[in-house]
């Protein structure tokens, strides 16, 4: 394995590993910032500190698992984070970041990392290297409220509300939501990226990236649904909820029957022109998708990239309107 300034042999390096695994980050610090991926970090050579990395801590954890286990891996993870997020690999990004996150937890209890701060999608503390990263992120969130506030029967909310309520308690007392957080955040920042790869492809094709995509948005909705902490047990289906659940539709303002069947994507599509801007009608349609491409991803339907965008739209005021409603 090679280091900053030395080779050095399997047994040193474990000797070396077991020496830094106390659990306290200090002398774990120590022992990350001999290895070669900070050379790259430094230069902003993003995809060689992705491909230094992860094979280093491959390596490691073989050779002690124990000490593996306890020692802090929070900059490794971190400073992998940072190198997907600059990759456009989103959602190995955020599962990085949520990896350090849980060595911060476990080895620093008590402390506002950098990690957790970008989970809470707070770029306002300046001692985070993902600051950039963090803000781009926040800013993707506050683009989607501010559109959500908009709407006739809005919850009124911002970012900080939406990180006390849902966010910073996903990494607190309430951490059965973490993969929730991280799939919103991911989903906020994969879809400006993946529309661009639609939008430059001429010729017809897979649709698999942007199927994915949505489905992976509309069960979110789904999921923030059922794991709502102000109406318990809310139901066992998307349809269940929003059409016989009473109480889930007077929180969020749900006054008629939904029609929660697609029955084809052209049929969701030919809906979004003359839509209705308005939340039953969103979540109405975030339904319909949801009971389509999750079905079905073989649809040869085309989707504009205009589509695409209202379809994230929707997902997104659906999923802030739930958050604001039953969080």
């Known amino acids: 394995m090679e280091v900053v300034f030395q080779q050095i042999d399997d047994d040193e390096l474990r000797r070396r590993l077991q020496s830094a695994a106390t659990g306290n980050p200090a002398p774990a610090h120590d022992f990350f910032s001999q290895f070669d991926y900070n050379i790259y970090l430094n230069n902003r050579q993003f995809l060689q500190v992705h491909d230094r990395t992860i094979p280093l801590l491959q390596k490691l954890k073989p050779l002690d698992p124990d000490a593996y286990t306890r020692i802090h891996k929070g900059v490794p993870f971190y400073f992998t984070a940072i190198s997907s997020f600059f990759l456009h690999n989103y959602a190995e990004a955020v599962y990085f970041f949520d990896a350090a996150v849980s060595e911060d937890l476990q080895n620093d209890p008590g402390a506002r990392t950098p990690a957790i701060m970008f ?20 800013e993707k969130l506050q683009a989607f409220i501010d559109q959500y506030n908009l709407m006739p029967a809005a919850i009124q909310t911002s970012v900080p509300e939406i990180r006390a309520k849902f ?12 993969t929730l957080a991280t799939s919103l955040i991911s989903f906020l920042l994969e879809w400006e990226y993946l529309a661009v790869l639609q939008s430059i492809r001429v010729a017809n094709g897979t649709s698999e990236p942007f199927f994915t995509h949505l489905f992976k948005g509309c069960v979110l909705f789904e999921s923030l649904l059922k794991a709502n902490p102000s109406v318990p047990n809310p139901g066992d289906t998307l349809g269940g909820i929003i059409v016989g659940n009473n109480h889930i539709k007077n929180r969020l303002g749900i006054h008629r029957n939904l029609t929660t069947t697609g029955p084809a994507l052209g049929d969701v599509l030919q809906c979004l022109p003359g839509a209705v801007t308005d939340i039953e009608t969103d979540i109405e349609i975030v339904a319909r998708l949801r009971n389509t491409i999750g079905h079905n991803i073989g649809w040869t339907t085309p989707m504009t990239s205009e589509e695409y965008g209202q379809l994230v739209g929707k997902i997104m005021k659906s999923v802030l309107h739930t958050i604001s409603g039953l969080y």
């Open 119 to 138: 989970l809470e999608m707070d770029g306002d503390p300046a001692n985070q290297t993902a600051r950039q990263l963090t803000q781009i992120a926040g």
């Open 167 to 178: 966010l910073s308690r996903a990494v607190g007392d309430r951490q059965e939501w973490r």
